[in-house]
């Protein structure tokens, strides 16, 4: 399985901002759709981004749309995750995807990073 490596996560207060990252080999990022998603303590995991392979194609989660971005870099073999005026709602674990399927459910996409973790304080 290619890994996906995730970076970027820790603690902030309320109205700060992150950068999520997500590393991963050519191979997975040539001709692939990539994602994140987020996972709540004690929900389901939850669908945050995604973004095609060349970039135009973006769609973000109406719950965040407002406050998040996601970019991509071929050449460096990375995605991104901008967090703006983070909220303690937005405390979960962030995981990064990548699939040959444009979709924003966990089960189209193939691979996945071990997760980083957000949490936001009061």
């Known amino acids: 399985q290619v890994p996906l490596v995730e970076a970027g996560g820790g603690l902030v207060q309320t109205g700060d901002s992150l950068t999520l990252s997500c590393l991963a080999s050519e191979r997975t990022l040539f001709r692939q759709n990539m994602a994140w998603f987020r996972q709540p303590p004690g929900k389901e995991r939850e669908f945050v981004a995604r973004?095609?392979?060349?970039?135009?194609?973006?769609t973000i989660a109406n719950a965040v749309k407002d406050r998040f971005a996601i970019s991509r870099d071929n050449m460096k073999s990375t995605i991104y995750l901008l967090m703006n005026n983070l909220k303690p709602e937005d405390t979960a674990v962030y995981y990064c995807?990548?699939?040959?399927?444009?979709?924003?459910?966990?089960?189209?996409?193939?691979?996945w990073g071990q997760g980083t973790q957000v949490t936001v304080s009061i």
């Open positions: 995807a990548a699939g040959p399927n444009w979709s924003t459910t966990p089960d189209a996409y193939n691979s």
């Open positions: 973004i095609d392979f060349s970039g135009a194609g973006k």
